[in-house]
């Protein structure tokens, strides 16, 4: 009877067991893994047994390098956990962490990665300096792009990424990563990039008005700046009307979550336990 009843208990729990996908973290500028670790401690205690992969790729100031450079390393990275989870994984990445890992997905078409978390990231672009001041104390936005748009600035993370809305000829010119990656530039990528983000089941993306270093914080979500630097939401820019990308086919399958918390700070998106819980938990299964 005691042997029976052991067998009928562990076949119930075991259907009641709920399984994790593996999670990848990828941290964010000027630090390196150990930033995320609160969040990887976050996601273990709530969610059992996930297996949580937290990268330690250009941690501190190897983090300002070429954005490509790190793409193609961190990719190999991702690839080797996804070939070793072929049930899928999820990814999340925070402020820069995020804009790079999208590229990640978006240079892998045969990706398996489910569910994508962009935390705070500059998916639209920076214009913006204050995070910046450690190491250009004086540094402007409004003069950056002289820095930034130049064979020298795109050696750099930041020039990138650097999106200034009143030197937009230079924006195309002289950017070698973001124009690309958001098919503003159509290359000979632009097909996969967009097939390979619209394989996602969801793209979940996080930001909020009191952020106070991405900017536009709108830009978490792809909205950004016109000329006239006024903010144009996401869904009246051509990345999306065009779909450019694939965000309007994520949004039409119900796959696109836009998610805004206001008194969040830029430090506190992944560090905060009742944030996480509230923005990024519920997207892990
Ligand atoms: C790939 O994964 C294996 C096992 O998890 C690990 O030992 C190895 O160092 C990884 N290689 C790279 C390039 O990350
Ligand atoms: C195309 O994508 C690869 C990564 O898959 C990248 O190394 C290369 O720079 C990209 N080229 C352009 C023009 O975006
Ligand atoms: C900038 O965007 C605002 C808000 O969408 C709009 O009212 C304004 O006409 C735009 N200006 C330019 C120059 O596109």
Request: charged fraction near 20%.
């Amino acid at each position: 009877m005691r042997i029976l009843w052991t067998i009928i208990i562990s076949i119930c729990c075991a259907e009641f067991t709920i399984s994790y996908k593996p999670v990848v973290l990828l941290h964010g500028i000027l630090s390196g893994s150990d930033s995320m670790s609160i969040l990887k401690y976050e996601i273990e205690k709530n969610h059992p047994g996930t297996k949580v992969y937290n990268c330690d790729e250009f941690g501190g100031w190897f983090s300002l390098e070429n954005a490509w450079k790190q793409v193609v390393q961190i990719k190999e990275y991702v690839q080797n956990i996804s070939s070793n989870h072929p049930e899928g994984i999820h990814l999340i990445g925070y402020s820069q962490g995020g804009l790079l890992a999208r590229a990640v997905i978006q240079s892998t078409p045969d990706h398996n990665i489910k569910k994508f978390i962009s935390l705070s990231s500059p998916q639209a672009g920076q214009y913006g300096t204050s995070f910046l001041h450690l190491i250009f104390p004086d540094l402007a936005a409004k003069t950056a792009f002289e820095l930034f748009y130049s064979k020298v600035g795109q050696h750099t993370s930041v020039g990138n990424y650097w999106n200034d809305p009143k030197k937009q000829e230079l924006y195309y010119k002289y950017s070698v990563f973001l124009p690309y990656i958001n098919n503003e530039i159509e290359s000979s990528n632009s097909t996969f990039f967009k097939e390979a983000l619209t394989k996602l089941e969801k793209l979940v993306l996080v930001g909020g008005p009191d952020d106070g270093v991405i900017t536009p914080w709108e830009s978490s979500h792809f909205g950004y700046f016109n000329e006239s630097l006024e903010v144009v939401p996401v869904m009246k820019r051509d990345i999306y009307i065009e779909d450019k990308i694939g965000l309007k086919e994520l949004n039409e399958q119900k796959k696109l979550i836009r998610i805004t918390r206001d008194k969040v700070t830029h430090l506190m998106w992944h560090v905060v336990p009742s944030v996480i819980k509230e923005v990024i938990l519920p997207y892990l299964d």
